[in-house]
């Protein structure tokens, strides 16, 4: 917050979402957490000294080698990048300032700490400036069977739940058979993120079942397993879906789904800003989970185009961009999407009927034959996938205006009421 402080104002977006940062979320901040926080002030430049090794380690010799700029410059960029715009070194490779003319443009990112550890609260709790409903839409996202509960309601369309398990009771929601049915599963956490502790269950034939590890079981089993796991966290077991059929070659084995933002924008609508098509890199894994290792390419929103492909959320970004799928060699580059104006149609619709006191959600939507399918809604969606795979910042892009608009009307809403000028 006081590198942000610093900052000169220049009238932009992404500066006025940086001083809404600085300002009312410290305001909101308890004497307790501020206390923390000022404790740990000595260690940050021990933090940021690791960060430095760890990740120039990881992705130096690669940059070198692809663009020529010595290891001693990267470090002392690094150094430079969160002292004067408070982007610690991990993000120096995940959004590629090395490169000179991206660099330049440093102070237009928009931080998870910003976004994630305050504005999205902030704006949640404020309802973006707009009248706070009766009832509120949070709790219905976290969980998942809520939110497909939700979507039914206004007749959303969402994958299918066969069962809910929960200390240890199993509880049918779209099945009405005995065991389970004979095809392929998924099981997912109720309360999941990031795609942990989810399984594939392959229909092997015979009443056997075939985990994505390749341990086999029996209906009877199965359930048993997930009674006993359901004593530490609730699960779901959903039907496997399969991708549309023009982009099964794409999905490797795995559901591809694409992350879709949407904003509450200068007319109350919802707008679709930005989109990123996932993808997981080898067959192995359950989910396309980007932080996991996947792989993703920005989406046109106007024509459902896709660009180049990268890897590199967490870890090593140093394999550079794919035309062409890493592991199958299949084209990446200018394939166009299915569905893809039903897709807009379809989030921003949801967002309107069912979400409307989210400002923002970042949507997990699978494109299958019969068409678009919500899969999840993220109440605090990350940016880092955004803007390194959208190749810049956000910050004074269509998003960007469209939360600092959103952020200058629930600060004016939230001053006018208590009545301090």
């Not at 102070?107 to 973006?128: I, P, Q, S």
């Not at 998924?186 to 390749?214: C, E, H, I, M």
Request: hydrophobic share 40%; aromatic share 8%.
């Amino acid at each position: 917050m006081w590198i942000l402080a610093r900052l000169p104002e220049d009238g932009s977006a992404a500066m006025s979402i940086h001083r809404c940062f600085q300002r009312e979320v410290w305001h909101e901040v308890e004497f307790r957490e501020r206390l923390t926080m000022y404790m740990a002030l000595p260690f940050v430049p021990f933090v940021i000294a690791a960060l430095v090794a760890v990740f120039t380690i990881l992705n130096g010799r690669a940059i070198k080698q692809r663009t020529g700029k010595g290891i001693i410059r990267q470090i002392h960029e690094q150094v430079v990048l969160a002292a004067r715009f408070a982007i610690l070194p991990p993000w120096y490779y995940i959004f590629e300032l090395h490169d000179n003319d991206k660099r330049k443009h440093a102070g237009e990112y928009l931080n998870r700490l910003e976004t994630k550890a305050g504005l999205y609260r902030f704006l949640r709790d404020h309802n973006g400036g707009l009248p706070i409903p009766a009832e509120r839409s949070t709790a219905c996202i976290k969980d998942k069977a809520c939110f497909m509960a939700r979507c039914r309601k206004f007749g959303i369309k969402t994958a299918p739940v066969l069962l809910n398990v929960s200390k240890g009771e199993i509880t049918a929601v779209d099945w009405s058979g005995s065991g389970l049915p004979e095809i392929d599963l998924f099981v997912k956490p109720l309360n999941g993120q990031g795609g942990k502790n989810t399984t594939r269950w392959d229909y092997a034939g015979s009443g056997q079942y075939r985990r994505n590890d390749g341990k086999r079981a029996t209906p009877d089993e199965l359930l048993e397993d997930l009674r006993q796991a359901s004593q530490r966290r609730a699960f779901l077991v959903q039907p496997r879906l399969v991708n549309h059929r023009e982009i099964t070659d794409l999905a490797n084995g795995t559901l591809a789904t694409v992350r879709v933002m949407s904003c509450r924008n200068e007319q109350g609508e919802f707008e679709v800003t930005n989109a990123v098509f996932r993808m997981a890199r080898n067959s192995t894994v359950v989910v396309d989970n980007f932080h996991a290792g996947g792989i993703a390419a920005n989406v046109d929103i106007c024509t459902g185009e896709l660009g180049r492909g990268a890897c590199g959320a967490w870890g090593s970004t140093a394999d550079g961009w794919y035309e062409r799928h890493c592991e199958t060699g299949v084209q990446i580059l200018h394939r166009k999407l299915p569905c893809w104006l039903e897709l807009i149609d379809l989030v921003q619709y949801a967002h309107g009927i069912a979400f409307p006191d989210q400002v923002v959600i970042g949507w997990d939507v699978a494109l299958l034959d019969s068409g678009p399918c919500l899969i999840e809604a993220n109440k605090s969606p990350d940016l880092d996938i955004i803007q390194r795979i959208g190749s810049g910042p956000v910050g004074n892009e269509r998003l960007g205006k469209l939360l600092a608009f959103n952020l200058r009307r629930t600060v004016e809403t939230k001053y006018a009421s208590s009545g301090v000028h």
